[in-house]
């Protein structure tokens, strides 16, 4: 059974950062490309930022540009989110998903961690 679990979030202060981890088990993700996804309460799910199953590229919506920063640990079938100046509107239920055999599709997805920044 495929399962993505992520950890990390929290309460933190407008400026502060949190790292977020998703580690995956039932199936190495090791040649699929991940990424992190958000939905704030009343809103859409939107993407964050993405990798590539090498960890050479990576994409990011323009509101983590410059802040969030994705990487990925294929020996521990993980990848992670770390996310600095936090800001009031990046409160959301953070959500990681994994490629499946459709390249570009996300097949798999985490239950999600919530991130609660306060001003």
């Known amino acids: 059974q495929v399962q993505l679990v992520e950890s990390g979030g929290g309460f933190v202060q407008a400026g502060g950062s949190l790292r977020l981890s998703c580690a995956a088990s039932?199936?190495?993700?090791?040649?699929?490309?991940m990424g992190w996804f958000r939905q704030a309460p009343g809103k859409e799910r939107e993407f964050v930022a993405a990798?590539?199953?090498?960890?050479?590229?990576?994409y990011y919506a323009d509101s983590a540009k410059g802040r969030f920063t994705i990487s990925r640990d294929n020996a521990k079938n993980t990848v992670y989110l770390q996310m600095n100046s936090l800001k009031p509107e990046d409160t959301a239920v953070y959500c990681c998903?994994?490629?499946?055999?459709?390249?570009?599709?996300?097949?798999?997805w985490g239950q999600g961690t919530q991130v609660t920044v306060s001003s």
């Open positions: 998903a994994a490629e499946g055999s459709v390249v570009g599709k996300y097949a798999y």
């Open positions: 039932g199936r190495t993700f090791s040649d699929s490309a």
């Open positions: 990798i590539s199953w090498s960890g050479g590229s990576t």
